[in-house]
């Protein structure tokens, strides 16, 4: 009986997602009942917006120095240092952040992906202001 209502399940929401190709697993998602597909969904997404926003800025350096390589790839090399460090903080501050919650809890799960999520929001918005033509 639970495989049926399993199925059911998979079916109407496959069904939903198809019909609205936008729709994400946050829709619909109340505040205070969040889940774990949104969270993952919301660190996936901020993820790769900070991967595409460091590419970015990496091909701004490119432009504004042109001629001058020595130069684009000191700060390209400055600025990769400067990612994997604050990766490092990012990751060191989430744990801090999701503490006490046991790992592999929903709870830890959640709060870590938010944490995630957020910190690399705001590193998104810091890289898309970097080497900005004025």
Known sequence: MKTIFLALALFATGAHAAANP?????????????TI???????DSAE????????????RVDVQFGANKVQAKEFTDKLTVAQE???????????????????GTKEFNIGQNDCLARTSDERSEYLDSIAQSE
Request: hydrophobic content about 35%; proline content about 6%.
């Open 85 to 103: 460090a604050w990766k490092k903080l990012r990751d060191a501050d989430c744990a801090v952040e999701v503490f006490p919650a046991k790992p």
């Open 37 to 43: 597909e949104c969270s993952v969904y919301s660190r």
């Open 22 to 34: 936008d729709a994400t697993p946050c829709d619909g998602v109340d505040e205070d009942k969040q």
């Open 48 to 59: 790769k917006l900070l991967k595409e926003n460091f590419q970015n800025v990496l091909a």
